[in-house]
């Protein structure tokens, strides 16, 4: 079992930045890979940025350039540096976990970025 706590969401003004932290607890040995997915209101959740345990990373097209996702081996924890926020960046942004057999979820963060 894992166990993830997000956090960082909060409420700024278009073109702003936030930092999203993901922090793992648990059998993280296990873990292949941390990253972030986001679902606004009406749409389907979906992919902004992975990081696996190698190192590489992947970006959705729509943050690519203005987004970062890094990790703090140590702290077991994963970050979303995210700049040059738009309108259509809100969204409650969850913490993933894939282990060996399934994915863990955070319990969300809400992003609002206003125009």
């Known amino acids: 079992q894992v166990q993830l706590v997000d956090s960082g969401g909060d409420l700024v003004q278009t073109g702003g930045s936030l930092r999203l932290s993901c922090a793992a607890s648990?059998?993280?040995?296990?873990?292949?890979?941390m990253g972030w997915y986001r679902q606004a209101p009406g749409k389907q959740r979906e992919l902004v940025a992975v990081?696996?345990?190698?190192?590489?990373?992947n970006y959705a097209d729509s943050v690519k350039g203005r987004f970062t996702i890094s990790k703090d081996n140590i702290k077991n924890t994963v970050y979303l540096q995210m700049n040059s926020l738009k309108p259509e960046d809100t969204a409650v942004y969850y913490c993933?976990?894939?282990?060996?057999?399934?994915?863990?979820w955070g319990q969300g963060t809400q992003v609002t970025v206003s125009s």
């Open positions: 648990g059998n993280i040995l296990s873990i292949r890979s």
């Open positions: 990081i696996f345990s190698g190192g590489s990373t």
């Open positions: 993933n976990v894939l282990g060996p057999s399934r994915m863990y």
